[in-house]
């Protein structure tokens, strides 16, 4: 006899509908089935926010809507005149997804976001970096109080599960510390520099032009990615309450090709490593690492290698970017709150 397991519909509204907020769509679209069957999961998206417009549907809104706010069409008639505030505070929903642009100065317009959200009483799934960079002790302690989750998986390492990892299948362990890659653009800088012996300048402007570099690149270039990136973790896996100015940071503007040559006669790369250990140190700065280190790794890939006391060191590798990668980890968000209540 077979057993047919009870759907439980998860209202959501995704908040900046860019590269990963469409990401997000686009997974839910795919997986609709197997959310379905495995989870017992149906997630609607009940409301878009964009700085394009608002869509609201609570039966779902329509691919038909979403291909009109893509394109800026707003003739669709579905097109609701709130804003994003408005859209989190007053749709009736569970979820609240953020993918709005990164400000670590004022956490802007995400702080406003989740605040929002968690004090509506909506879980948070976010992919910005900025809000968490800014004021994570305020925020965790209002999923706190509000007995909200708050979730940030995509945060750091893109498809790369960190969190879910360490608080999970590592459950019991104490980190002793996290090293590693997380940002593709210096990877892919350096590895380039490497392997043609091309100057830095040369190769940043064959990365904007390949879309890897942003055509403002100081953020990761000079660190401040990755720095924003050991503020998270310091935060959530060591308990600290730091922000930026608690790492010390050098970029990658200032490495040479003789530098790389060098390096690799005497058998190590060049590498922009970050790390932070549970004595509170948090460090960005370009390291040499061996050639056979599991850190090691090429192109735009992210690598962490989290060191325990009780299972040694676990490396993970995988892409740090990319709109369907990071929506990986907020979708393994989303069924992470409902799993516990599904299983
Ligand atoms: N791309 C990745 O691979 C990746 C990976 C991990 C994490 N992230 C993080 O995820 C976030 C989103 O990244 P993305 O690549 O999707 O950026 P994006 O393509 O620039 O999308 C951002 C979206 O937010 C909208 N927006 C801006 N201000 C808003 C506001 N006040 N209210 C509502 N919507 C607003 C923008 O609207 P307009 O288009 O109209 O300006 C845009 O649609 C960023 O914080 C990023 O750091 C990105």
Do not use: W
Not at 108 to 133: D, Q
Not at 146 to 155: Q, S
């Amino acid at each position: 006899m077979s057993m047919k397991r009870s759907t439980q519909t998860v209202r959501i509204s995704i908040v900046g509908f860019g590269n990963v907020g469409r990401g997000v769509a686009e997974v839910i679209r795919r997986k609709r089935e197997e959310l379905a069957r495995r989870y017992g999961l149906d997630i609607t998206i009940v409301g878009i926010a964009d700085l394009r417009g608002v869509i609201v549907d609570e039966n779902g809104v329509s691919e038909e809507a979403i291909k009109a706010l893509k394109t800026g069409h707003k003739s669709m008639g579905t097109m609701a005149d709130m804003t994003s505030v408005e859209v989190i505070r007053d749709v009736e929903h569970e979820v609240m997804v953020e993918a709005t642009p990164t400000n670590v100065e004022t956490g802007e317009p995400g702080l406003t976001h989740i605040i929002t959200a968690l004090e509506s009483g909506r879980h948070v799934v976010t992919s910005n970096k900025g809000p968490l960079a800014v004021e994570y002790k305020r925020l965790m302690e209002l999923a706190a109080k509000k007995e909200k989750e708050l979730r940030f998986e995509a945060t750091v390492g893109g498809a790369m599960p960190i969190f879910s990892l360490v608080k999970g299948d590592l459950a019991g362990n104490e980190i002793l510390s996290i090293k590693g890659i997380l940002n593709g653009t210096c990877n892919y800088i350096l590895t380039r520099m490497a392997e043609e012996g091309l100057p830095y300048e040369h190769v940043l402007k064959e990365a904007q032009e390949i879309g890897i570099a942003e055509a403002n690149p100081s953020q990761d270039v000079e660190g401040v990615d990755t720095a924003v990136k050991l503020v998270i973790l310091a935060n959530s896996i060591f308990g600290r309450n730091a922000t930026c100015k608690d790492v010390e940071v050098t970029g990658i503007t200032e490495i040479t090709p003789d530098a790389l040559t060098l390096a690799d006669e005497a058998g190590y790369v060049i590498k922009l490593i970050g790390e932070v250990d549970r004595e509170g140190n948090l460090k960005v700065a370009p390291r040499l690492v061996p050639k056979d280190d599991p850190l090691n790794v090429g192109g735009i890939l992210n690598v962490a290698t989290i060191k325990t006391d009780l299972a040694g060191d676990i490396t993970v590798i995988g892409k740090g970017a990319g709109p369907i990668e990071a929506a990986s980890a907020m979708l393994s968000d989303l069924i992470g709150i409902y799993s516990q209540k599904v299983q």
